[in-house]
């Protein structure tokens, strides 16, 4: 019986589909001297021959099977944290995974801190995590935020202006009042953004003298978190993820109400 042999194909490229990181990411581990291929340190563009070759990628073989090409959408409760990598971590949102997928190497394309819920997006397709996660995508994040105290309308410009809070410049693109009162004011606010730094909403709310109590992701580009229970995940079709990227309507309104209440 003839052996089937699998054809050569960039290193880069075969990294990306092992599912270790984006294609951009393994052309800098290559040129940064972490990648060696029989031994020998690889060079950028390099083929190699899957099941053939001996890859190791920080002193780690690669394995180098190529993944499914798979994207999730998980309700993410409070608690857990986005991080497969963490042994401080009581809890992460890979152990909420199904069996059939828990076994997958799979990329947090944009993170939601512990004390955070709602829309994450994992993937198998680094390219796809870099795209989402870059700057350049400005893909828009929408937001629930409950604060402790009302937040006046008077104030909204302040977080458009945003704060220089340790050299970083934070700011949100989009943020209204949900069921304000008659004062004008709420302890619940509608809030977009597309770039996203760490813990960027609550420190900025912070820095204004509004600690934020509870917050929510509600969607991803046009793709809405409504139909996905807590700690449920749904794999996501091609035109979803296509959704990912899409310009939503300018300031939709977040459904009226305040936050339920976790199971």
Known sequence: ????????????????????????????????GEVYVNGTRATLGQ????????ISVRGKPLHAAPQPRLTLAMH????????NSDPHAEATIFDLLP??????????????????????????DGDLA?????????????????LEEPFPAGRLRQL???????????????????????AKASTELDVHLHHGKKREIRQLFAALGHPVRRL?????????????PLRGVKQLSTKEIQSLFA???????????????ED
């Open 76 to 83: 993410k409760p409070r608690g857990v944290v986005c991080s």
């Open 99 to 124: 069996r059939l997928w828990a076994r997958l190497r799979l990329f947090c394309a944009g993170r939601l801190d512990k004390d955070s819920e709602g829309l994450v997006i994992l993937t198998t």
């Open 216 to 228: 929510r992701r509600y969607q991803i580009g046009a793709l809405p978190l409504r139909g996905i």
């Open 1 to 32: 019986m003839q052996t089937l042999r699998m054809e050569p194909v960039r290193i880069q490229k075969l990294i990306a589909e092992a599912g270790l990181c984006s294609r951009r990411a393994a052309e800098t581990l290559i040129t940064t």
């Open 247 to 261: 310009t939503p309507r300018a300031h939709w309104r977040t459904p009226v109400g305040t936050l339920p209440d």
């Open 160 to 182: 458009l202006r945003g704060v220089v809070l340790e050299g970083e410049h934070l700011k949100v693109e989009h943020a209204t009042l949900v069921n304000p009162g008659a």
């Open 47 to 54: 083929k190699v021959t899957p099941g053939i070759d001996k």
């Open 130 to 146: 870099h795209r989402l996660m870059h700057p350049s995508s400005a893909v828009v994040k929408r937001y629930h935020v409950s």
